[in-house]
């Protein structure tokens, strides 16, 4: 079975300060992972995804991941905050080798930007 | 420009009735999916389908109908059955597998019981 966790339901940054969500996963076969960002009554916009090609995943709007099989992470990063950057992040992972399955979503994240 | 049309956006339902929650896509996705989002539980899949007249129950199906008649369509129904339907509602399609690309997702539609 797979899971992902994503470690705190609440960050706050002030403007202009790294970014830092966390997320570590659990699958006894390969992941496909995913960042997404949700909007307050919007659905969900898909930021970056990892998918064997490359450890280092950049998305849009400046973030970034970085996949750590040796830690089981793929935590989502920014170097410098902008207020438009407050929303709720969602982890995600899946499995190439369980063809059909669904998504499995982490509990999310919601980011607050100060300035 | 392709994408997935939720509609309505905000729907009302009293105790005791069913109501429809209406989802097209015209990306040409196999599967589609739904979702029920609840603050601090994140997404939890209620019912998803890969082709035309077939469907799986995801995780909360309890109180909850799907159709899939046609390929661009899954309408979701909330059943008087289900307890507790005040939620967002999230539909979402793919290809098939969902691994390489991820979802599409709607917009969502807020379902309120008065």
């Known amino acids: 079975a797979q899971s992902v966790t994503q470690l705190g339901s609440h960050v706050s940054v002030s403007e202009g300060a790294l970014v830092l969500l966390r997320c570590n996963y659990s699958?006894?076969?390969?992941?496909?992972l995913f960042w997404y960002v949700q909007y307050p009554n919007q659905g969900l916009q898909l930021l970056l995804k990892y998918t064997s090609a490359a450890t280092l995943v950049k998305g849009i709007n400046g973030f970034e991941a970085e996949f750590k099989k040796s830690e089981t992470s793929f935590h989502l990063t920014k170097p410098s905050a902008h207020m438009s950057d407050a929303a709720e992040y969602f982890c995600?992972?899946?499995?190439?080798?369980?063809?059909?399955?669904?998504?499995?979503f982490g509990k999310g994240t919601t980011l607050s930007v100060s300035s | 420009d392709g994408g997935i049309t939720q509609s309505p956006k905000y729907l009302f339902r009293k105790e005791g009735q069913n109501v429809t929650l209406s989802c097209e896509q015209n990306?040409?996705?196999?599967?589609m999916y739904w979702y029920r989002q609840d603050p601090g539980q994140g997404l939890r899949l209620i019912y998803y389908?890969?082709?035309?007249?077939?469907?799986q129950k995801g995780d909360i199906a309890e109180g909850y109908s799907v159709s899939r008649e046609k390929k661009e369509s899954f309408p979701l129904t909330v059943t008087s059955a289900q307890k507790n339907p005040t939620a967002f509602y999230l539909c979402a399609s793919s290809i098939i597998p969902p691994s390489f690309y991820g979802y599409t997702f709607g917009s969502g539609t807020r379902l309120t019981v008065v």
């Open positions: 990306l040409n996705h196999d599967a």
């Open positions: 389908s890969q082709i035309v007249n077939d469907f």
């Open positions: 995600a992972v899946t499995s190439i080798y369980q063809a059909g399955t669904a998504l499995i």
């Open positions: 699958s006894s076969v390969p992941p496909y």
